[in-house]
């Protein structure tokens, strides 16, 4: 599934670049393939905004080849912005308005910085949830990562986040807890997946307010979880958006605040990140920095070129497959109107079929089909 370079959003061209396939827009307009309108709701801070923008974007053109991808990236009121940062906004983002009007067959939303514990009393919240309102009901499935998460979980089924006694940070072992679920198909029953979040939504929570957990791990908890009907939403809470350096630059920043006296303490490593060697490199970075600190001198460059070749992505082919499964599921249950949730006859209620899969076969008629059992038959 290509993506489709519709706009002149630099993401294309940098992907492009890198070696992914990105199609010009007039290639794409002669292709006769049903394509996707995904909207990317990007709440993520200034910092951050085209790496995530970047890494979710590529994830969605990592999928199989079934379909084009047309990507309309977006934001929010109520975001703290610099002026260099709304004018990117402004030049090569969509506006939501525009997008409602016109329709998209899936959504994806990330996280975003918080100043209070309570998510309501941040100023984005109300936008926000104009945008989850709305998809609820015109949108085939919404995407949440972390912090959209736990906004999401809090708005439809009362869910508040707690927070954990320490960060939940690193790269997590993670378990299969619904085999056979279609957004699973053909994923590793084992797979890893990077966490890095202050705030936690349990297993218990979720499934007393009635969603299904379908990937979870003894120490990260939940990754992975859907609302009711199995997939008007999906739920993360890890980042198999990742990039192999995402983690370390969250290091590398932290150990700045305690050599500027921001943090009192040094960081920990992120579990499970950096192997042995690493671990030994970054110690012996913050013995010379504080040497060259307790001296008065500059302190020395980050060890970037020492410590990125030790790393590896653990999480990367999970990450595009079970993003692969979703739009493929989208493709076939999306109405070719983008108006409209769903093609005629799909349930919204249980637009996989798999409700009616767990009723007895008298019940069904002889000629139904479930979702689950045409994706077999085209294996």
Request: aromatic share 10%; proline share 7%; with cysteine.
């Amino acid at each position: 599934m290509p993506l489709v370079q519709h706009s002149k959003l630099p993401t294309f061209s940098r992907l492009r670049d890198a070696g992914h396939e990105v199609l010009s827009l007039d290639r794409a307009t002669h292709q006769d393939i049903r394509e996707l309108h995904i909207g990317f709701l990007n709440m993520m801070p200034d910092a951050a905004l085209q790496a995530t923008e970047r890494q979710f974007i590529r994830l969605v053109g990592g999928c199989n080849r079934i379909a084009q991808f047309y990507v309309y990236p977006f934001s929010l009121d109520g975001l703290p912005r610099s002026a260099e940062t709304l004018a990117y906004i402004e030049q090569y983002y969509s506006r939501f308005d525009e997008l409602k009007e016109a329709g998209l067959d899936a959504l994806i939303i990330t996280g975003a910085n918080v100043a209070t514990p309570n998510l309501e009393n941040e100023p984005f919240w109300e936008p926000l949830m104009q945008v989850v309102d709305w998809a609820r009901g015109n949108v085939a499935s919404t995407l949440c990562s972390c912090l959209a998460t736990h906004a999401v979980l809090k708005r439809f089924y009362g869910i508040d986040r707690e927070p954990l006694p320490e960060k939940c940070w690193g790269v997590f072992d993670h378990r299969i807890a619904y085999p056979g679920h279609p957004l699973l198909r053909g994923i590793n029953t084992r797979f890893d997946v990077p966490h890095s979040r202050y705030n936690d939504i349990s297993r218990e929570q979720f499934e007393k307010a009635g969603l299904r957990v379908l990937v979870e791990s003894a120490e990260g908890g939940v990754h992975m979880a859907v609302s009711p009907d199995h997939f008007r939403a999906i739920f993360f809470q890890g980042h198999p958006e990742y990039d192999i350096n995402s983690l370390f630059k969250e290091y590398k920043r932290e150990v700045f605040l305690y050599l500027t006296g921001e943090r009192t303490e040094p960081p920990p490593f992120p579990l499970h990140y950096f192997p042995p060697a690493g671990q030994a490199a970054a110690a012996r970075f913050l013995r010379r920095a504080g040497q060259a600190l307790a001296e008065r001198q500059a302190i020395p460059g980050f060890i970037e070129e020492e410590l990125a070749p030790l790393l590896d992505n653990t999480w990367g082919d999970t990450g595009r497959s079970i993003i692969s499964n979703w739009l493929g599921l989208v493709y076939q249950l999306t109405n070719l109107d983008r108006t409209l949730q769903y093609m005629e006859g799909v349930d919204r209620d249980d637009p996989l079929g798999m409700k009616a899969a767990a009723r007895p076969n008298r019940d069904r008629n002889p000629t139904e089909k479930t979702v689950n059992e045409t994706m077999e038959h085209a294996e």
